[in-house]
């Protein structure tokens, strides 16, 4: 089992920045990647970005070039850097861990962008 705490949304002014964090506790070990999914009101939940354990990143092209994810190993914890926020990335943002064939997800931060 693992489980994932999010923290780190609020709300911020169009062209700011915000950092969340994803801090994982229990089987870690057994996590072979990681990601954010963002989901807006009435509508489905979408990839933002992934990083597995090789390090390797994928991002949406929506955020391109405005997001990074990393990871610190040592404190079990996945970063999103959002840079330059758009209030099309307004939304709640969900931790994701894939561990063997099981994914896990965290409660969610809200992300809200005002322009």
């Known amino acids: 089992q693992v489980q994932l705490v999010e923290s780190g949304g609020g709300l911020v002014q169009a062209g700011g920045s915000l950092r969340l964090s994803c801090s994982a506790s229990?089987?870690?070990?057994?996590?072979?990647?990681s990601g954010w999914y963002r989901q807006a009101p009435g509508k489905q939940r979408d990839l933002v970005a992934t990083?597995?354990?090789?390090?390797?990143?994928t991002y949406a092209d929506s955020v391109k070039g405005r997001f990074t994810i990393s990871r610190d190993n040592a404190k079990n914890t996945v970063y999103l850097q959002m840079n330059s926020l758009k209030p099309e990335d307004t939304a709640v943002y969900y931790c994701?861990?894939?561990?063997?064939?099981?994914?896990?997800w965290g409660q969610g931060t809200q992300v809200t962008v005002s322009s």
């Open positions: 229990g089987s870690t070990r057994s996590i072979s990647a």
């Open positions: 994701n861990a894939v561990a063997w064939f099981d994914q896990y």
């Open positions: 990083i597995n354990r090789g390090g390797t990143t």
